[in-house]
């Protein structure tokens, strides 16, 4: 989950949050002695989800009204299996309210289809590989984004979605070799996926309104452009500690200036180091990462500077506890900072911009239970609240009612969106 304050803008530098609030669970172990082991049937599985949202700041507007179905299959024999798995969207948001939005953004998100995780696993003596299409993630925050380095994010709905929704699959080639507690991974990226910003105009584009943006400019297949990267990780005395490097094209865009207020998204080559740890004290949980990022580049008012850009080695870090509480729920709590090692005031960034968060969740009854995030940067007035209910039908049926709210100044990440504010809800059947 990664600290991701993008390039761009102020707001862009401050990306560095978040959607629904859950806790997000720890990469999956490639599992080849899982239940698939040994049987060759094939399993399927899914879900259909309609996603409806009405935005209620002037102009209020329907912004959402989004069918997506996405289904899996499986299967495999002793030391092998296999999964291939696609998803395919239509928002019909763009007949009911025709006029909202730019061709250029119907275009982008009313129709789509993605391949989602698709690959092959096997091993090779002590070693398990994974080829193709997958999610690595190696960050374990509540709702943010920090030392999941790794992984490319759809955002042209912001940080909202889950994050199984959220993340982009990477195609990647994988091994991992386990010895004792230690536990060592190698991923190797040749065709790296970026994030998915969508088109100007669309509800939660990250450049003002009036930008003029041309086309994304993404990096060539050479083999200098792959991205490469290590873990290694360790229970220690009860701490689950872990540490990495990551060679990566960026998946945030930079917005480069190439005219009067005209900019072309590019990405900038960068490294990670990195590590996270967490400890079970009974009470309560802990839970730390760090991530220092070399290369990126932010927006800098100076007039000299080239492609009005900046480049600023980061150091990110964030601290959680999450505290059981409630009738069978929970309270989590978070502060996160990034600190800019070589600081340049023109960037309109502090030296360090911290923030912080707090998470309430309980059960209401068996079925139902209300969930609420606030988030806000504490060197602005820049927040975002997003309460909920959910209505666990069944195992199989789940339907969300809840609300986005935006606030602060235009510049800050949340702020920018202030005229975005909006109710949904979300209706989900898995089979």
Known sequence: MRFTLKPGSLGLALTCLLAGGHALAADADLGLDDDLEGSKSVQTSGHLQFD??????RPEHWSMARGRAELAAQGGGAGFKWKISGRADADAVFGIDSGIYPDQVRRDQQYEFSLRETFVDF????????IGRQHII???????????VVSARDLRTFYLPDFEQLRIPQWAARAEYYFGDTHAELVWIPVPSYDKIGKPGAEFYPLPKGANVRGEVKPDSSLGNTNWGGRLSRLVGGWDLSGFYYRSEDVAQTFYMVGANEFEPRHERISQVGGTLAKDFGDFVLKSEVVHTRGRKFTSYNPTAQFGLVAQNTLDYVVGVDIPAFKDGRVNLQYFARRMLDHDPFTGLERTEAGGSILLNTK??????AEALLVSMFS???????PKVI????????????????????EGLFGRYDQQDRVYTEARWYF
């Open 364 to 369: 209401i009854t068996k079925a139902w239970e």
């Open 123 to 130: 091993s090779a003596g002590d070693v398990d590989f994974r």
């Open 380 to 386: 602005r007035t820049d927040y975002m609240f997003r």
């Open 138 to 148: 190696w960050g374990e925050m509540v709702g943010l984004f920090f030392a999941d």
């Open 52 to 57: 409806l949202a009405r935005t209620y700041a």
């Open 391 to 410: 209505w666990s039908a069944s195992k199989s049926w789940k339907m969300t009612f809840g609300a986005d709210i935006f606030g602060g100044k235009p």
